[in-house]
């Protein structure tokens, strides 16, 4: 099961950075992806997640209407797409593959077994 996250940069206040997570074929079979922020002395946080197979998401109140998560079935990519950026948004952020029952995905971490290395974003002037 392999995840790569990247994409993060530095961006001021306002802008928009869009994150890619490449999953192998192994990955879906865990039916969610899940992504996850942890800015320094914080604990990791449950940003958004899809359910591959329906298409579900789910948003941290911190990041609706600002973050959107989508998928690419033809190239197995999860992006997330950041606009309207914040400082407080600043954070290591990582994909995440998990199993579990019914047809919504997970925004807590337990479920997600498998961690694709972090990508640093930095939202500062």
């Known amino acids: 099961v392999q995840l790569q996250a990247s994409g993060g940069g530095l961006v001021q206040p306002g802008g928009s950075l869009r994150l890619s997570c490449a999953a192998s074929?192994?990955?879906?079979?865990?039916?969610?992806i899940g992504w996850f922020r942890q800015a320094p002395g914080k604990e990791r946080e449950g940003v958004s997640c899809?359910?591959?197979?329906?298409?579900?998401?789910d948003y941290a109140d911190s990041v609706k209407g600002r973050f959107t998560i989508s998928r690419d079935d033809a190239t197995n990519t999860v992006y997330l797409q950041m606009n309207s950026l914040k400082p407080e948004d600043t954070a290591i952020y990582y994909c995440?593959?998990?199993?579990?029952?019914?047809?919504?995905?997970?925004?807590?971490?337990?479920?997600?077994?498998?961690w694709g290395q972090g990508t640093l974003v930095t939202v500062s002037s």
């Open positions: 995440a593959t998990g199993w579990s029952y019914g047809n919504s995905c997970p925004r807590s971490s337990p479920p997600y077994k498998f």
């Open positions: 074929e192994k990955a879906l079979d865990y039916r969610n």
């Open positions: 899809i359910r591959w197979s329906n298409g579900v998401t």
